[in-house]
């Protein structure tokens, strides 16, 4: 059984930071592509960052410089360090896995409930 739970949300003021954390069980990080997708409420679901089997870093472009995606393949966790923070950063944080590497070739996708990320002023 594949799970994936996020944790390290909450809220935090403007220029704040926080890291995000992701616990994998039944997924290996060393062979599937893992991630962060973030939604905020009436917007679609939106990639924010993303690893793939070896080592290279997808990030949205609103993000870089700001954001910072790593992983622990033995310990089966992937963090995303979050610095600079801004009201639009606001969201829920969804920690994925993508069984493709992704490479858009198809295969399973695997995503956790979530952890809110407030951000005000």
């Known amino acids: 059984q594949v799970q994936l739970r996020e944790s390290g949300g909450g809220s935090v003021q403007v220029g704040g930071s926080l890291r995000l954390s992701c616990a994998m069980s039944?997924?290996?990080?060393?062979?599937?592509?893992v991630g962060w997708f973030r939604q905020a409420p009436g917007k679609e679901r939106e990639g924010v960052a993303a690893?793939?089997?070896?080592?290279?870093?997808m990030y949205k472009e609103s993000v870089k410089g700001r954001f910072t995606i790593s992983k622990d393949i033995a310990n089966s966790m992937l963090f995303l360090q979050m610095s600079k923070l801004e009201l639009e950063d606001t969201a829920m944080y969804y920690c994925?896995?993508?069984?493709?590497?992704?490479?858009?070739?198809?295969?399973?996708?695997?995503w956790g409930p979530g952890t809110q990320v407030t951000v005000s002023s």
């Open positions: 690893i793939d089997s070896t080592g290279h870093t």
């Open positions: 039944g997924v290996s990080s060393g062979t599937y592509c």
């Open positions: 994925s896995a993508d069984s493709d590497d992704c490479t858009g070739a198809g295969g399973d996708y695997y």
